[in-house]
T-cell receptor, first 115, second 113 residues
Framework: DQQVKQNSPSLSVQEGRISILNCDYT??????FLWYKKYPAEGPTFLIS?????DKNEDGRFTVFLNKSAKHLSLHIVPSQPGDSAVYFC??????????????FGAGTQVVVTP | ETGVTQSPTHLIKTRGQQVTLRCSSQ?????VSWYQQALGQGPQFIFQ???????GRGNFPPRFSGLQFPNYSSELNVNALELDDSALYLC????????????FGPGTRLLVL
């Protein structure tokens, strides 16, 4: 049962332009969402998160938007840089103590930033 | 501050064997979670350990078991290895108490032949 979905397996963007990554979820109990970046042969690196009480969170070049009614979140990277080329995972967590340890991940989006 | 470390980095086993993977949590973190990432997929939650006890489990059979030690390091044990167990195994640590962000190690790549 895939509760977190990233429907775009890949994204190609020019250096300096905006990258927009999308993520949809089905479980309305999710209340915390995270984005991770993963390079080959490394573990996922935490990028940015958002609580369900907010609809936007910014950190430098990264902004995450949350639309609870649509069960949709997106990650914007502005401007895109060559070092941003990686696989990006969306993850979600529920509110109960039992869910704290369980992050549910999407399948990832491979981003390639071209010169 | 020391990040999450895992050992070994790579491992090759044959079907039916047993394997132990190790993880040291990030300094100050007392909760460890294990994930399995198959090729082309996102990480799948196996289980979490807090205060040396299992604190939540995903949809994995009992032949996947774990331990957490007083220094918060952890082991993942897999018995009776199957070909489908070939994957990247990730360990993540976090501070319990409302902190939901998990920090991942580099992973152990397991190949079962």
């Amino acid at each position: 049962d895939q509760q977190v979905k990233q429907n775009s397996p890949s994204l190609s963007v020019q250096e300096g332009r905006i990258s927009i990554l999308n993520c949809d979820y089905t479980n309305s109990m999710f209340d915390y969402f995270l984005w991770y970046k993963k390079y080959p042969a490394e573990g996922p690196t935490f990028l940015i998160s958002i609580s369900s009480i907010k609809d936007k969170n910014e950190d430098g070049r990264f902004t995450v938007f949350l639309n609870k009614s649509a069960k949709h979140l997106s990650l914007h990277i502005v401007p895109s840089q060559p070092g941003d080329s990686a696989v990006y995972f969306c993850a979600a967590s529920g509110p109960t103590t039992d869910s704290w340890g369980k992050l549910q991940f999407g399948a990832g989006t491979q981003v390639v930033v071209t010169p | 501050e020391t990040g999450v470390t895992q050992s070994p980095t790579h491992l090759i086993k044959t079907r039916g064997q047993q394997v132990t993977l190790r993880c040291s949590s990030q300094s100050g973190h007392n909760t460890v979670s294990w994930y399995q990432q198959a090729l082309g997929q996102g990480p799948q939650f196996i289980f979490q350990y807090y205060r040396e006890e299992e604190n939540g489990r995903g949809n994995f059979p009992p032949r996947f078991s774990g331990l957490q030690f007083p220094n918060y390091s952890s082991e993942l044990n897999v018995n009776a290895l199957e070909l489908d167990d070939s994957a990247l195994y990730l360990c993540a640590s976090s501070l319990v108490g409302g902190m939901k962000t998990q920090y991942f190690g580099p992973g152990t790549r397991l190949l079962v032949l």
